[in-house]
């Protein structure tokens, strides 16, 4: 005997209600993380950027000043920070745009089958 599943007659005057789809979240949620991950990794070993310095003279002269670029300690503890943050964000994000999918794609499916089932 297999527990948790039963079988339900359907009666022949109501149409059966397409199964549910398979849930989408934690594809999604999995996506995010990475992709956040990912975004991390270009945000955080970017250059830095360079500054342009107005110096106060008779007239104004603009002068960039070139960056030096941070050392290998400072990256890998700016990845180890950063990855505490954009990883459960992306996986939050990915959360919520699975959820969205899942339910789209049900209404969608239950509008084309002719269900006339709403879930409020």
């Known amino acids: ?3 948790g599943c039963t079988q339900r007659r359907v009666p022949e005057d109501k149409p059966a209600v397409p199964a549910p789809i398979r849930n989408l979240v934690k594809p999604f949620s999995i996506a ?3 992709l956040a991950e990912i975004y991390m990794l270009f945000t955080v070993l970017a250059p830095n950027a360079p500054v342009l310095v107005f110096y106060t003279a008779p007239v104004p002269v603009p002068v960039l000043l070139t960056s030096v670029p941070a050392p290998l300690w400072a990256k890998i503890a700016r990845i180890a920070a950063c ?3 954009f990883g459960p964000f992306g996986a939050l994000v990915g959360m919520g745009v699975g959820l969205l999918v899942t339910g789209l794609v049900n209404q969608i ?3 084309l089958n002719g269900s006339k089932t709403h879930s409020h």
């Open 1 to 3: 005997m297999i527990f």
């Open 32 to 34: 995010g993380f990475v």
């Open 83 to 85: 990855s505490l943050f």
């Open 109 to 111: 499916r239950n509008l």
